[in-house]
């Protein structure tokens, strides 16, 4: 029994309902899904190559930032018009490349400020035209995240937009509490301690609210999560607030499971594998990596760089001869697959940390 035996799309972008199969089955078997954010084709790819080679399901997501860099950072992005171009062309090339791969993808956009909402509306046209013709949306998923403003005003605009995406059985992650660092421009590095952790009162009031809505929701709660990587002991992580969180809920709404709420990690680069062990055993799902990845492929290019260095200063002369050509050095096939490589190991990292890995 895997998670491809419960799925019915069993490899591509699934949506609705195999979304919802898919965390129920990940809160069964106690395992999470990396969600990856991807800025490029080539980032892309090599989170789905490390899919492949775990035999695991993945979520691939694209940043405001991130969707406008897919676009090109040569196009104004005033009102929103790059990373919703961006966006739409990220799912449309994860969508035709997802099944050569031979694995499940969630198709996810990660945070969704006030600010930055005409994004997060324009990417719902798209989701609705693509809906019209094909009778799933084109994202599997989106976040909104109100997590800096008001809790009333938080839950009532995610309600709004749980409505909007109810009819196409499309998912909602909303966070409550702030994720603390910076990421994709925006700052919580000053933000009040106890801002850091949700209490379980919101929980229970999101879910209250939501539930009626639409099944398709989760909740990234803040339990001192922070975005980018930190000195250890910097970051002070309670995950246990997240088993409090789902006793609350289960004893104000009186249902049977012990584990009603689907559960996201914020800012998981730099977690220690207890942290993500301990979070996973109290409904977690989905765990955010960017700062790791965005180092590990890094680390891949630098080292070819520093490495050929002799060979990519001149077009023609390196160490074997001034009259050796050096075409074959800096083909930027060969030093950006470096990158991927370096990516893709860091991702396959994640799948076994996780208990992803072998789970299809």
């Given at each position: 029994?895997?998670?491809?035996?419960?799925l019915?799309?069993?490899?591509?972008?699934?949506?609705?309902?195999?979304?919802?199969?898919?965390?129920?089955?990940?809160?069964?078997?106690?395992?999470?899904?990396?969600?990856?954010?991807?800025?490029?084709?080539?980032?892309?790819?090599?989170?789905?190559?490390?899919?492949?080679?775990?035999?695991?399901?993945?979520?691939?997501?694209?940043?405001q930032?991130?969707?406008?860099?897919?676009?090109?950072?040569?196009?104004?992005?005033?009102?929103?018009?790059?990373?919703?171009?961006?966006?739409?062309?990220?799912?449309?090339?994860?969508?035709?490349?997802?099944?050569?791969?031979?694995?499940?993808?969630?198709?996810?956009?990660?945070?969704?400020?006030?600010?930055?909402?005409?994004?997060?509306?324009g990417?719902l046209?798209?989701?609705?035209?693509?809906?019209?013709?094909?009778?799933?949306?084109?994202?599997?998923?989106?976040?909104?995240?109100?997590?800096?403003?008001?809790?009333?005003?938080?839950?009532?605009?995610?309600?709004?937009y749980?409505?909007?995406?109810?009819?196409?059985?499309?998912?909602?992650?909303?966070?409550?509490?702030i994720?603390?660092?910076?990421?994709?421009?925006?700052?919580?590095?000053?933000?009040?301690n106890?801002?850091?952790?949700?209490?379980?009162?919101?929980?229970?009031?999101?879910?209250?609210?939501?539930?009626?809505?639409?099944?398709?929701?989760?909740?990234?709660?803040?339990?001192?999560?922070?975005?980018?990587?930190?000195?250890?002991?910097?970051?002070?992580?309670?995950?246990?607030?997240?088993?409090?969180?789902?006793?609350?809920?289960?004893e104000?709404?009186?249902?049977?499971?012990?584990?009603?709420?689907?559960?996201v990690?914020?800012?998981?680069?730099?977690?220690?594998?207890?942290?993500?062990?301990?979070?996973?055993?109290?409904?977690?799902?989905?765990?955010?990596?960017?700062t790791?990845?965005?180092?590990?492929?890094?680390?891949?290019?630098?080292d070819?760089?520093?490495?050929?260095?002799?060979?990519?200063?001149?077009?023609v002369?390196?160490?074997?001869?001034?009259?050796k050509?050096?075409?074959?050095?800096?083909?930027?096939?060969?030093?950006?697959?470096?990158?991927?490589?370096?990516?893709?190991?860091?991702?396959?990292?994640?799948?076994?940390?996780?208990?992803?890995?072998?789970?299809?």
């Amino acid at each position: 029994m895997g998670v491809t035996d419960v799925l019915e799309r069993k490899v591509g972008v699934i949506t609705g309902d195999d979304v919802l199969k898919l965390f129920n089955y990940a809160q069964e078997k106690k395992f999470a899904i990396p969600a990856v954010n991807v800025t490029s084709s080539s980032t892309v790819v090599a989170v789905l190559e490390a899919a492949r080679d775990s035999k695991a399901p993945v979520i691939i997501q694209v940043s405001q930032g991130g969707a406008a860099f897919f676009a090109g950072k040569g196009v104004a992005n005033g009102k929103q018009e790059a990373s919703i171009a961006g966006g739409v062309a990220a799912a449309l090339f994860v969508r035709s490349i997802a099944p050569t791969y031979g694995v499940p993808v969630v198709l996810h956009t990660d945070h969704c400020a006030k600010k930055l909402l005409p994004w997060l509306d324009g990417l719902l046209d798209a989701d609705e035209a693509y809906f019209r013709q094909h009778g799933e949306p084109l994202f599997s998923s989106h976040m909104i995240d109100l997590s800096e403003e008001k809790v009333e005003l938080n839950i009532e605009t995610t309600a709004k937009y749980l409505k909007r995406a109810a009819p196409m059985k499309q998912w909602l992650e909303m966070e409550i509490g702030i994720t603390g660092g910076e990421e994709d421009g925006v700052n919580n590095e000053d933000v009040d301690n106890a801002s850091l952790y949700t209490q379980p009162e919101d929980i229970h009031e999101i879910y209250k609210t939501l539930s009626p809505i639409s099944p398709y929701f989760s909740i990234a709660a803040a339990f001192g999560n922070v975005h980018g990587v930190y000195k250890p002991g910097n970051v002070k992580l309670h995950p246990e607030l997240l088993g409090k969180h789902q006793a609350y809920v289960k004893e104000k709404v009186g249902c049977k499971e012990d584990k009603p709420v689907f559960l996201v990690f914020h800012g998981g680069s730099g977690s220690s594998k207890k942290e993500f062990s301990d979070a996973i055993g109290y409904g977690v799902v989905k765990v955010n990596l960017d700062t790791d990845l965005q180092w590990a492929y890094l680390t891949g290019i630098r080292d070819y760089v520093l490495t050929k260095k002799g060979y990519i200063m001149t077009q023609v002369g390196n160490p074997d001869g001034d009259d050796k050509p050096n075409k074959k050095y800096f083909d930027p096939r060969v030093w950006v697959r470096e990158g991927e490589k370096t990516m893709s190991a860091r991702v396959a990292e994640a799948f076994a940390d996780f208990n992803c890995a072998g789970q299809l």
